[in-house]
């Protein structure tokens, strides 16, 4: 009973596999569109603690804590966070620092505000 007629579903052995392949092809595709997504989070979240590093250092050094000028006490601060300082401003003890990092081609900024609440009207 071998030799019989050809079955309608005799097209389509194998197909599975196609499918299957093609779904993994999907997969990684969609992995590799996700990963540098990934790789951004933990950097945004090291320059926002470096940014806020920065601010707080400027601020204890403008309100007499700590001995220095405030800016380059936050530029110092950066730098061993592995940032760079791209703005630093104070408003009496009030310290504001705007911060960059690369990461895969990419910059990411950003900034943080540092002092004492009666001096920044808040």
Not at 38 to 51: D, E, H, N
Request: glycine share 14%.
């Amino acid at each position: 009973m071998t030799g019989g007629a050809a079955s309608p579903r005799d097209g389509e052995r194998g197909s599975g596999s196609i499918l299957a392949v093609a779904l993994v092809a999907g997969m990684l595709c969609l992995a590799a569109l996700c990963a540098p997504l990934l790789a951004a989070l933990p950097a945004l979240q090291r320059a926002a603690g470096a940014a806020d590093a920065a601010a707080l250092a400027a601020a204890d050094v403008a309100s007499g804590a700590l001995p220095g000028i405030p800016c380059e006490a936050a530029a110092r601060v950066a730098r061993a966070n592995g940032v760079t300082l791209g703005r630093c401003e104070l408003e009496g003890i009030v310290a504001t620092t705007s911060i960059s990092l690369h990461v895969g081609g990419v910059e990411i900024t950003a900034s943080a505000t540092a002092g004492s609440p009666q001096e920044s009207g808040g």
